[in-house]
């Protein structure tokens, strides 16, 4: 922490100290989700078949968001979900969270000044043929919808692609 009389010789620190403590107010009030916490709650809901197909999961520190946690939870659950109900059958299943920020400044207006765009993208081996989107239709359109609630965006893979899931939600790291 900055103090307070050396911040106000510098504006810009002053600033992003008042920024981190706002934000950590909302992390106390449970005004923003851990999606660390979240994917983690998700994962461990099914431990005994993930140990069953040796997965192998690596996750890029996940972004805070502003968003209801009821929400954030069915999103993460749907996501394991799908990766779940179609393992390779010849490998170990490996699922890799790869989180980026945008530095694009392009946020909607509704959101907060000190949130910041990130794009989380759902590496898998699990296997999506072409009938895959079709037979989990419902479920996509969910995880879109929830996305979108909170000025995201959420787009499942055509074939062979290089993430079956992207993620995009503004939020916050710590």
């Given at each position: 922490m900055t103090d307070v009389f050396q911040a106000l010789d510098n504006p810009k620190t002053l600033k992003a100290e008042i920024v981190a403590l706002n934000a950590m107010e909302l992390v106390d009030e449970g005004?923003?989700?851990?999606l660390n916490k979240v994917v983690q709650e998700s994962l461990d809901c099914v431990k005994e078949q993930l140990s069953q197909l040796n997965a192998i999961i690596r996750c890029d520190n996940l972004p805070h968001v502003q968003a209801k946690?009821?929400?954030?939870?069915?999103?993460?659950?749907?996501?394991?979900?799908?990766?779940?109900?179609?393992?390779?059958?010849?490998?170990?299943?490996?699922?890799?969270?790869?989180?980026?920020?945008?530095?694009?400044?392009?946020?909607?207006?509704?959101?907060?000044?000190?949130?910041?765009?990130?794009?989380?993208?759902?590496?898998?081996?699990?296997?999506?043929?072409?009938?895959?989107?079709t037979e989990h239709q419902q479920?996509?359109?969910?995880?879109?919808?929830?996305?979108?609630?909170?000025?995201?965006?959420?787009?499942?893979?055509?074939?062979?692609?290089?993430?079956?899931?992207?993620?995009?939600?503004?939020g916050k790291l710590f």
């Open positions: 005004l923003l989700v851990d946690a009821e929400d954030m939870k069915q999103l993460s659950n749907h996501l394991v979900r799908l990766i779940l109900l179609h393992p390779p059958q010849k490998s170990k299943l490996f699922i890799y969270l790869k989180c980026n920020r945008f530095d694009s400044e392009a946020l909607p207006a509704k959101t907060s000044a000190w949130l910041h765009p990130y794009e989380i993208c759902v590496h898998t081996n699990s296997c999506n043929e072409a009938s895959w989107q479920e996509i359109a969910e995880s879109a919808a929830i996305c979108a609630r909170y000025s995201g965006a959420f787009t499942a893979a055509h074939g062979h692609a290089e993430s079956l899931f992207k993620l995009t939600l503004p």
